[in-house]
């Protein structure tokens, strides 16, 4: 079992920045990739980020290419996600998995074995 617990997020105004936490513990191993994943109400849930925890792979979503960062620190089994010049759309809540590590289909929620209970990001306009 894993256990993943998301924190930092709030309320921002357009051009914003927000720093995501997600807190692993138990059987965290070293080949497991690490997700952010967001919702929106009446949407489904969309790929944000991954990151291998081991390090060294990292993807992202077109829609955030170049406004945000996953990363993680392996000493305080955390992952994060900075999350530079924020728009309306941004909003969501906003949800960490973890699955063991496969290079493919990294996008798709349902690969994912384990999530944390979500953190609200509203980015207002």
């Known amino acids: 079992q894993v256990q993943l617990v998301e924190s930092g997020g709030g309320l921002v105004q357009t051009g914003g920045s927000l720093r995501l936490s997600c807190a692993a513990s138990?059987?965290?191993?070293?080949?497991?990739?690490m997700g952010w994943f967001r919702q929106a109400p009446g949407k489904e849930r969309e790929f944000v980020a991954a990151i291998k925890w081991s390090g060294g792979s990292a993807y992202y979503a077109d829609a955030v290419k170049g406004r945000f960062t996953i990363s993680r620190d392996n000493a305080k089994n955390t992952v994060y996600l900075q999350m530079n010049s924020l728009k309306p759309e941004d909003s969501a809540n906003y949800y960490c998995?973890?699955?063991?590590?496969?290079?493919?289909?990294?996008?798709?929620?349902?690969?994912?074995?384990?999530w944390g209970q979500g953190t609200q990001v509203t980015v207002s306009s």
């Open positions: 998995g973890a699955r063991p590590y496969v290079s493919t289909s990294y996008w798709a929620a349902s690969t994912y074995d384990y």
């Open positions: 138990g059987r965290t191993f070293s080949s497991n990739l």
